[in-house]
């Protein structure tokens, strides 16, 4: 209902409606809409975050996060883009949003950064929460610049950024 609709007109008659559920029990369990949006959008993205890999490479592991990740993004890209205006100027629904689906997304990249400082990969002193903040940042700067979000993105950032250092050989692993 939410790509549907768009955010904006969403209302809780209309999902209690479609739902076949009065409106008291609706809110009874969602006092707001923002809540029953993000109760909905944290539900899909459980059942559809992708998971971690573990190839014993940081630039393989982070190429395949990277390409589910966009062909995760392409499957919700109607709500997504539904959202993404109301959590530009909703500072509650922004919050929300980013502690429960954009940080579950980071904690991936930051499980890949951390295993390569662990195998030697990267060096010791490497900010692994900045590193894997990276390839997040650089996606939502692409899709703001009316770049196309694909596969070609993510082989450009995994190469550019995530290769192995000069000198040192790709594990075969």
Known sequence: MLAEAGYARLTMDLVATRAGVGKASLYRRFPTKERLVLAAIQHQHELERPGVPDTGSLHRDMLSYLRALIRH??????????????????????????????????????????????RGELPPGTDIDLLAMLPLALLHHLRLAGEPIDGRQAKRIADQFFAARPGQPEPTA
């Open 73 to 118: 993004r392409e499957t919700r890209a109607d709500w997504l883009q539904a959202l993404a205006g109301e959590v530009m100027v909703n500072p509650e629904l922004a919050g929300v949003f980013r502690r429960q689906v954009a940080e579950g997304l980071l904690s991936g990249f930051h499980v890949i950064v951390g295993r390569a400082v662990d």
